[in-house]
């Protein structure tokens, strides 16, 4: 029989047949598949397996077939790529402007592992209902002039990553804004969401299909972020009239080390970086940090390329090097 991965813990994976639509808990036969040997998770939600029903609602994997794509992240605890999700047709990076902070260096990173995947992402901005509300300063004072400053950092931000190609959606699961045209952002694709615990990715899905009721979590105050609500990515799907819906909703992440990509390709998955490639003085064995005649510093003064994005790029750098060291 054939079906689809929908979630899987210790070896043990909820498998979807096509030829019966029923659900069955499989475990893999022997184990080990020979091509997922390298990875944390030798499935993962979207792979499509052959498998041998043993019993109701039982059966066995017995082989994976080759995956269009995968979207992975490192695994530091078993220093390993550690796949998300397989044969997807889009990413969607969930943020907020506050409660958690807004992190742009997390979504830096989440559309660089989707460019180095091929994986067309788009950012969606949750609790947009808090970007008018005041900030707290260092010394716990509510300011109108911290409020605005913050505010507009924020969407200064968003505003770039529109000009650099990427499509940004303002939503809130709690008002409903946005939720129809999301909605219909994803009609008929395989979506992933992805962002930070307590971004609200499991409320924004039971907005989206109300019936769903996807268990949330509440922010710690102690340290204003979010706790892990949904602990393994899960395949959801739904249907309304014409439209299917197959969305996975994986575990919030604190921090995202990319995978597989090597410290000297960085620039080409980040989109206003690619262009100049090769372009700089010394060429491709330019480290962009001091060199004369390098392009992306060039790009940096002449406003091409933003500061924070720059930044983003040499911290990258530096953690996949020390990655590469440590392996």
């Not at 995947?117 to 005041?134: E, G, Y």
């Not at 979590?217 to 204003?224: A, I, Q, R, S, T």
């Not at 091409?304 to 090097?321: A, G, K, T």
Request: aromatic residues 8%; positive net charge.
């Amino acid at each position: 029989m054939k079906g689809v991965v929908i979630k899987g813990s210790r070896n043990i994976f909820l498998i979807k047949s096509f030829d019966t639509n029923l659900y069955y808990e499989c475990p893999i036969k022997g184990k080990i598949l020979k091509c997922t040997q390298k990875y944390y998770n030798p499935l993962a939600p979207g792979d499509i397996v052959c498998f041998e029903q043993e019993s109701p609602g039982k059966g066995m994997v017995t082989n994976v077939e080759q995956r269009r794509n995968f979207f992975t992240r490192f695994n530091r605890k078993g220093l390993l790529p550690q796949i998300l999700a397989s044969n997807i047709d889009r990413i969607l990076c969930v943020t907020t402007p506050a409660a958690p902070p807004f992190r742009p260096r997390f979504i830096d990173r989440v559309l660089l592992q989707a460019e180095a995947a091929r994986i067309p992402a788009f950012l969606v901005m949750n609790k947009t209902d808090l970007i008018k509300s005041s900030c707290i300063n260092q010394h716990g004072d509510k300011t109108e002039r911290n409020t605005a400053d913050h505010n507009n950092e924020i969407e200064e931000r968003m505003a770039d990553y529109m000009r650099i190609g990427y499509k940004v959606m303002y939503v809130s699961a709690a008002s409903g804004e946005g939720i129809n045209e999301l909605r219909s952002a994803i009609a008929n694709t395989f979506s992933v969401f992805i962002g930070q615990s307590g971004v609200g990715k499991s409320s924004l899905i039971n907005a989206l299909f109300p019936n769903t009721q996807l268990k949330t979590g509440v922010l710690n105050e102690k340290y204003d972020r979010g706790n892990h609500t949904t602990v393994q990515s899960q395949m959801i799907e739904f249907k309304i009239l014409e439209d299917v819906f197959q969305i996975v909703d994986t575990p919030g992440v604190r921090q995202f080390v990319p995978d597989g990509v090597k410290t000297e390709h960085i620039m080409l998955y980040m989109k206003e970086f690619a262009p100049l490639a090769g372009k700089c003085g010394f060429g491709l064995s330019c480290s962009h940090r001091k060199e004369a005649r390098c392009a992306i510093l060039n790009a940096v003064e002449t406003g091409m390329i933003r500061p924070e994005r720059y930044d983003s790029f040499l911290r990258i750098q530096s953690e996949l090097n020390a990655l590469k060291d440590r392996k």
